[in-house]
């Protein structure tokens, strides 16, 4: 009973939060999705997602994989951690994906049931949040409400990735690889790609349109779309950089996407900065559209953001929008610096690669040409190819 009243109130603290964050109107509607989700029918297929939320991690983690599986002809299904049929779905499914779940009752009886039929576990993650020793590092956790910092005391599914019965882990970067090898797991790679959905959204976009740009053509607009929350420290990395740039450039221009707490450095230029909060997804990807210039920055040696993908290249390079990314081992691996996307890592650097875009509309148009076919070719579930990891997956359920 303890347990089950400890996890209502990480819910309802969520659900504060997010109201709080989001306002009444977008933020209620959050929450009630939230809600109904949990009695979404789950459909037939060989494998089950199981996943604690809702919101983009969730998206890329599982409805994403999910198409990217079907493409590769293997079905499987979602649901969400407190759906109150998890347990009967055991008998329907061989392999079982449980993404940044709270180890809950029923999480538990529903890996008890599995054991018990002799099934397969996979433990998925994003984020370097299934280990608490790393909380210091989370800038977004010193945020959280009393409620919402329960979630994370044991880790985001860390239970489970304990478990010795649990062999086998999926993650999305080779940094977050590297660390669950460190727990002795098989680790596949997969990759965060852009769905079926987004590239339809993104073929009804007019890309450099002035219909989707808050400012004149005429500006140049730089553009931070931080998604979540957290991310006031990886901002606060350029802010340095950002106010020689616009003391510099008259005409430069900045959008800020999503929730962000910015330095009173930019009191200065406020009439220059457009601020948006959450937006429907199609919306966001307009809004990237309405940018010259991508920024992606995090903080250096911080191993929660090393943790973090490439998704804010591709999701810019899609709309042959060129991205300014930090230099670590993850960007270093999906950009070729100078080609389809630039890497700074330093002051200096992002002073200069900045400037050379705003300096050359030539070097803008090539660089997002380029970052497009790459994303086309390597970033789409229509184009994935992971075979070691679809052939596991036809192994277990082929058993």
């Not at 996943?51 to 969730?58: I, K, L, R």
């Not at 029923?106 to 949040?129: A, C, H, R, W, Y």
């Not at 510099?248 to 230029?269: I, M, Q, T």
């Not at 070719?377 to 036809?394: D, F, M, P, V």
Request: aromatic share 12%.
């Amino acid at each position: 009973m303890f347990i089950i009243m400890k996890l209502l109130l990480v819910k309802i603290g969520k659900a504060i939060h997010t109201i709080e964050r989001d306002g009444i109107f977008h933020g209620g509607k959050r929450v009630f999705v939230a809600f109904f989700s949990l009695f979404k029918k789950v459909k037939e297929g060989d494998i089950l997602f199981i996943t604690g939320g809702v919101g983009d991690s969730a998206r890329y983690r599982t409805q994403h994989v999910s198409e990217e599986l079907a493409f590769h002809g293997i079905k499987s299904s979602i649901a969400v951690q407190d759906n109150p049929m998890l347990t009967k779905h055991v008998d329907k499914f061989s392999v079982f994906v449980f993404h940044r779940t709270i180890y809950s009752p029923g999480v538990k009886k529903m890996i008890d049931k599995i054991k018990q039929q002799g099934k397969e576990i996979i433990f998925d993650t994003d984020d370097l949040v299934f280990d608490s020793k790393y909380l210091k590092h989370m800038d977004f956790f010193k945020k959280m409400n009393r409620f919402e910092k329960k979630l994370y005391e044991n880790g985001v599914g860390g239970e489970i990735l304990r478990d010795s019965y649990v062999k086998v882990a999926t993650t999305s970067t080779q940094y977050l690889a590297k660390k669950l090898e460190e727990r002795n797991k098989k680790v596949f790679i997969v990759p965060n790609k852009l769905p079926e959905s987004d590239i339809e959204i993104v073929g009804n976009i007019k890309v450099n349109n002035l219909e989707n740009r808050y400012f004149s053509q005429e500006r140049i607009v730089l553009g931070y779309f931080s998604g979540a929350h957290g991310h006031d420290k990886d901002f606060s990395t350029i802010e340095d950089s950002l106010i020689e740039i616009m003391e510099k450039f008259d005409e430069v221009r900045l959008f800020l996407g999503g929730p962000l707490e910015v330095s009173d450095k930019f009191n200065k230029y406020q009439k220059r900065i457009i601020r948006k909060s959450y937006v429907p997804r199609a919306e966001n990807y307009r809004n990237i559209a309405g940018v010259d210039i991508n920024l992606a920055p995090l903080e250096i040696d911080n191993p929660f953001c090393e943790s973090k993908s490439e998704l804010k290249f591709f999701e810019a390079g899609i709309l042959g929008v060129p991205t300014v990314a930090v230099s670590n081992s993850t960007f270093a691996g999906a950009i070729e610096d100078g080609v389809d996307g630039f890497l700074a890592g330093n002051n200096n650097e992002w002073f200069a690669k900045i400037e050379r875009l705003i300096l050359n509309p030539k070097t803008r148009k090539e660089m997002g040409k380029n970052a497009r076919k790459k994303v086309l070719s390597r970033y789409t579930n229509r184009n994935s190819n992971n075979e070691e990891y679809y052939n596991y997956l036809r192994s277990k359920v082929n058993n």
